[in-house]
């Protein structure tokens, strides 16, 4: 099984011991006030470096100040970094896998108030603000700093390092002809604008080696008007292993492309690979691909095929640390999945806060995690509800050893997670939940249904501890009319149940994460639906590249959407409010669908009076909030036991 995926590759004198990469990421933090690595990122990748991975990049290592990236990434532009990247290498190398770092110049995408690029164009999306021009001379230094970075990396004892020449940073803007319209020897022609990157690997060979492996990203499509395209990145592929490149790592995309860098789950996994694929045909050198591949079986098919040499993971490592050694040893069931929702890994990060990870509390405090995690004394714990708190948490506990049981109200689990899994697109959601409840079994954890919690299970169990994961629902809204129109009203909850039909004109109330996701449930039936949301913004709650792939299904389908509305009555067949100052009228629809509030379901908080368990509220019974902040909490409450 696996056995392509689990064979050993070689790239110029480094022998990687499987074909499975951990990308670099962003993931600010792990720096102190110099942006020398700390303890913190020290931990994060000896995590991962344990759980097998065959190589592994550091992530953001910046060649100049002036184009970090973000505040908290690792610096390479001094000798002061190496002391703490010697330590760091010290650490991970141990566990053999191939540790390199990926250097790079955001450019014009830096969070920074002076910006530069080949020229004065602002970045299209995400990173605003004015930039400056290159002059020549500048163009030149820069070059060097790649150079000298890579110089430092090696004697920090770094196996090879990685030019970031894609996803809009410094090097591809050089590439691409809508951010080049330099007039001199680095624009114009395809030879010129690939002139700055060919001149960084030769100072990198200059100065840290022609035998020091670099790779280079670089993108097979920027999928960007007048943008970098995959006929371009067939041309310079043979052009670049014949100066030298160790290998090519084949990604897309740009901050503002119709194809986002980091995709959501609307998007088919493996969404790059045909990329790599096409690259592959070009040059003798290893080529790696990237983008949503998920599951092990996939990754060895890609390499079976020929498509690729290596399959970079990036979220997948985030998601779970042992990745490839539960893949190798056939417990690809144990792997805990990414789901796709971008959320605690690019969002976060992108809001120039430290990155993290929805089903994995774990991320980025490797460092603080303890050691033991068997308790002196073994408790009896009594969970409420298999919803994804309530499921965390049960496994969290049965991991520490306490004896766990859990039950649910309902016949299955899940909760509203598994509902939002029913909606187009969304499917992956049921993977944490599948995870969970695998786990579980593996644990052996008994779980019951169509139980809710009652004096009789205290009196039965006698728990030492009760954790209520009990849930939330719709709350009904108090509007002028709402219970008197003719027209039906169902919540998101039951009609995602089947409890309740819409008709085929539907007004839905809600414009956050759940509102505009039943929207699209309903309009991929065909429905003709409207959402009226009071808030400025839609479905704030999610990641920024999720909420994109859902408009733009939301834009197919026809969805009309309101903001700023405050809604003056229901009538009969419709509604009257206003959006934006304007009056609007709407007639002729049948459904109501309520989607906005959430309230805590918190009735058995009352069973706690003459019980000696002591009563936990976790999740969504907490109070209403995102699947990160449940599963985070959930687990936390078993640790901290």
């Not at 970098?228 to 670049?240: F, Q, S």
């Amino acid at each position: 099984m696996l056995s392509h995926l689990f064979s050993p590759i070689r790239i110029k004198d480094l022998t990687v011991k499987n074909r499975l990469m951990m990308s670099a990421m962003s993931i600010n933090f792990g720096v102190d006030a110099h942006c020398h690595v700390t303890d913190q990122l020290t931990a994060y990748f000896v995590a991962r470096a344990r759980g097998g991975a065959g190589m592994m990049l550091v992530g953001g290592g910046s060649v100049h100040p002036g184009g970090q990236e973000l505040p908290d990434l690792p610096q390479m532009y001094e000798d002061a970094c190496i002391p703490a990247l010697q330590r760091m290498v010290k650490q991970v190398k141990p566990y053999g896998a191939v540790f390199g770092v990926q250097l790079m110049h955001g450019g014009r995408q830096s969070y920074l108030p002076e910006k530069v690029a080949p020229s004065a164009i602002p970045a299209p999306a995400v990173v605003k603000g004015d930039v400056r021009a290159l002059e020549p001379e500048e163009i030149a230094h820069l070059a060097g700093c790649f150079g000298d970075a890579a110089r430092r990396c090696r004697e920090a004892g770094f196996d090879f390092i990685e030019i970031h020449g894609a996803h809009g940073y410094l090097i591809n803007q050089f590439m691409s002809p809508n951010a080049n319209i330099r007039t001199d020897q680095y624009g114009g022609s395809f030879e010129n604008r690939t002139r700055f990157l060919f001149e960084i690997l030769a100072e990198i060979q200059a100065k840290a080696g022609e035998d020091f492996p670099a790779g280079i990203r670089i993108n097979g499509n920027d999928y960007m008007k007048n943008g970098w395209e995959l006929a371009d990145t067939l041309r310079l592929a043979p052009l670049l292993a014949a100066a030298g490149a160790a290998y090519l790592h084949v990604s897309a995309g740009v901050y503002g492309s119709t194809e986002l860098t980091i995709p959501s789950m609307y998007t088919p996994q493996g969404c790059f690979v045909h990329l790599a694929a096409a690259v592959k045909k070009t040059v003798d050198i290893p080529v790696i691909t990237v983008g949503r591949i998920k599951d092990p079986a996939h990754a060895d098919q890609i390499i079976k095929t020929g498509q690729a040499d290596m399959v970079a993971l990036g979220r997948s490592f985030l998601a779970d640390p042992y990745y490839p050694e539960k893949a190798r040893t056939g417990r690809g069931d144990e792997i805990r999945p990414c789901v796709g929702c971008c959320l605690g890994c690019i969002h976060a990060v992108l809001a120039k806060e430290p990155g993290g990870c929805v089903v994995n509390p774990d991320v980025g405090r490797e460092y603080r995690l303890p050691t033991q995690t068997r308790p002196g004394k073994k408790a009896k714990i009594l969970v409420a509800g298999a919803g994804p708190a309530g499921l965390a948490s049960a496994r969290q506990f049965a991991l520490a050893g306490h004896e766990v049981l859990v039950c649910e109200q309902g016949p299955a689990s899940g909760g509203l997670l598994g509902l939002a899994a029913k909606a187009p697109g969304r499917g992956e959601l049921k993977d944490i939940l599948a995870f969970f409840t695998r786990e579980l079994a593996r644990l052996r954890v008994p779980v019951h249904y169509d139980t809710p919690l009652s004096r009789q299970i205290l009196k039965k169990e006698t728990p030492d501890h009760v954790v209520l994961a009990t849930g939330s629902l719709p709350e009904m809204p108090v509007i002028k009319g709402l219970f008197t129109t003719s027209i039906s009203l169902v919540t998101s909850v039951d009609l995602l149940k089947g409890k309740e039909m819409a008709g085929s004109r539907v007004i839905v109330l809600g414009g956050g994460m759940a509102g505009l996701v039943v929207a699209d449930f309903l309009a991929d039936q065909g429905k003709t639906v409207v959402v009226l949301n009071r808030k400025k913004s839609f479905a704030e709650e999610m990641s920024s590249n999720d909420r994109y792939y859902l408009r733009e299904r939301l834009k197919k389908n026809r969805v009309t959407l309101y903001k700023k509305v405050a809604v003056q009555a229901f009538t009969p067949d419709g509604v009257r409010f206003t959006s934006n100052g304007e009056t609007v009228v709407l007639q002729g629809f049948d459904t109501v669908v309520i989607s906005e509030k959430h309230q805590a379901v918190r009735d058995a908080k009352i069973l706690e009076k003459g019980s000696p368990a002591r009563f936990h509220l976790i999740g969504d019974a907490k109070s209403p909030r995102h699947l990160m902040y449940c599963i985070s909490e959930a687990e936390e409450l078993a640790l901290s036991m």
